[in-house]
């Protein structure tokens, strides 16, 4: 079993609805979570991490953590065009940072 | 301030041939970490450097070693290349190690062909 699953998609969403991405963790101690995106020839680009349980918001993006069903969820309302791209969940293991692992993305495409 | 650069963009090799990497990380960041990212496996952890020691290294052949600097410039080397080897080489900053509490920055990478 992977530490982090992520369904590959793809996604696709019309523009203007909310595309939601999820991620399972298999190691119920992980203390930090993170949601990268990365553009086709691009490299990841931080966009969310969450802490604790709960949603936390950032523009149109927010997070949700549910630590007890061990999963991570990415939500985009809104949805454009601009943000077809992978999403990667990443998970750190423990407070050090030592075990950090990626997902391998979904692939979300937003339809004009 | 200036990101993570990478050099160089692209490379082709052939089997047998060596490869090193450069990544200079963002000013003032001190661990540099290096991934694989291939279609079928996605990132991979190679190694993590700080204050030039290698402070994590992931599962990879002795193939792959790496190095830090004392300006925190990081050069990653592959010798004896494999045609799986061709990757998308991704160097990231930090300030701190331990990525829990501050995620990643990521540079442009290196795509590796081995042929």
């Known amino acids: 079993q992977k530490e982090v699953e992520q369904n590959s998609g793809p996604l696709s969403v019309p523009e203007g609805a909310i595309a939601s991405l999820n991620c399972t963790y298999s190691?119920?101690?992980?203390?930090?979570f993170f949601w990268y995106r990365q553009y086709s020839g691009k490299s990841p680009e931080l966009i969310m991490s969450i802490y604790s349980n709960g949603d936390k918001e950032d523009g149109r993006f927010t997070a949700q953590l549910n630590k007890a069903s061990q999963y991570v969820s990415l939500l985009i309302r809104d949805s454009q065009p601009s943000d077809s791209a992978t999403y990667l969940c990443a998970v750190a293991l423990d407070p050090t940072g030592n075990q950090f692992y990626f997902g391998t993305g979904t692939s979300l495409t937003v339809i004009p | 301030k200036a990101g993570v650069t990478q050099t160089p963009r692209y490379l082709i090799k052939t089997r047998g041939q060596q490869v090193t990497l450069s990544c200079s990380p963002i000013s003032g960041h001190r661990s540099v970490s290096w991934y694989q990212q291939t279609p079928g496996q996605g990132l991979q952890f190679l190694f993590e450097?700080?204050?030039?020691?290698?402070?994590n290294k992931g599962n990879f052949p002795g193939r792959f070693s790496g190095r830090q600097f004392s300006n925190s410039r990081s050069e990653m080397n592959v010798s004896t290349l494999e045609l799986g080897d061709s990757a998308l080489y991704l160097c990231?900053?930090?300030?701190?190690?331990?990525?829990?509490?501050?995620?990643?920055?990521f540079g442009s990478g290196t795509r590796l062909t081995v042929v």
């Open positions: 190691d119920r101690g992980s203390q930090s």
């Open positions: 990231a900053s930090s300030l701190f190690p331990g990525r829990a509490n501050y995620g990643y920055t």
């Open positions: 450097y700080f204050s030039e020691t290698q402070r």
